[in-house]
């Protein structure tokens, strides 16, 4: 079979098996992140802000929800330029944050605008061939042909 790329298959896949790879490693990062929160909850609490009237603890709660799903969303696959592009703005804004004139800018913030630059990826190349997405979206595409008759 002959295939119409200037590239060998065998290297469009490696481009998706990195995204994969690159998937897997920032959502496990989210994880990782979220459960050192939780352990130093109290410390968490007393410095977390209060977002749209509620109090720390209820915001943290509903942010760490947030993260946690938008993080599956990323391992897995699905939707995943949605999630990461939500993620990105998400660190976009502690970024920020830490460059307020009061406020110092802190390793957490570096490591934040290099979070930014994974996020920009997966937004621009998206949950690549090994997503569920995709592969939802092949599985209607074949119904749908079948039906027709193709």
Do not use: C, W
């Amino acid at each position: 079979m002959k295939h119409h790329s200037k590239y060998p298959p065998d290297t469009r896949r490696m481009k998706d098996v990195a995204i994969l790879f690159l998937r897997i490693f920032i959502g496990s990062i989210v994880y990782l992140h979220l459960i050192g929160q939780m352990q130093t909850y109290d410390n968490v609490i007393n410095h977390y802000p209060h977002l749209l009237g509620f109090d720390a603890a209820t915001s943290f709660a509903i942010v760490a929800i947030v993260e946690a799903i938008l993080a599956t969303m990323i391992i897995l696959g699905l939707f995943t330029r949605f999630a990461s592009s939500v993620m990105m703005v998400v660190a976009a804004l502690s970024v920020a944050e830490a460059m307020m004139p009061d406020a110092l800018p802190t390793e957490r913030a570096k490591l934040d605008f290099v979070y930014m630059g994974i996020y920009l990826t997966l937004v621009i190349s998206g949950g690549g061939y090994y997503s569920f997405h995709l592969a939802r979206y092949y599985t209607t595409k074949v119904q749908s042909n079948s039906q027709k008759g193709l």
